[in-house]
Nanobody, 123 residues
């Protein structure tokens, strides 16, 4: 599976962005999908995930109520809708595919990673 994240850009605080992550291959629906982000000078952090059938989602506290993760298995795409953006949301956003649904700090848990898309939020 190859993942291609896009949709990043420079916005003002309070604006919205939607990040799509397109996957190649026929097995997209076999994977839970995840979004992470890495701000300058900081470690990568979990943002949100969604189960294979989209029946379950989970969010980091910092984005809960503002971000929404969704997926379209027919289009092999996972989305991250980001509303009410804040300067602290500035980061490179990555999508990742995992065979199991859940969160882990273990690198082996995530099977595939996209290349990242930069989101810059100015005040």
């Amino acid at each position: 599976v190859q993942l291609q994240a896009s949709g990043g850009g420079s916005v003002q605080a309070g604006d919205s962005l939607r990040l799509p992550c397109a996957a190649s291959g026929r097995t997209f629906s076999s994977y839970a999908m995840n979004w992470f982000r890495q701000a300058p000078g900081k470690e990568r952090e979990f943002v949100a995930d969604i189960s294979r059938s989209a029946g379950s989602t989970y969010y980091a506290e910092s984005v809960k109520g503002r971000f929404t993760i969704s997926r379209d298995n027919g289009k092999n795409t996972v989305y991250l809708q980001m509303n009410s953006l804040k300067p602290e949301d500035t980061a490179v956003y990555y999508c990742a595919a995992s065979g199991a649904y859940g969160r882990s700090t273990a690198g082996w848990f995530y099977d595939y990673w996209g290349q990242g898309t930069l989101v810059t939020v100015s005040s």
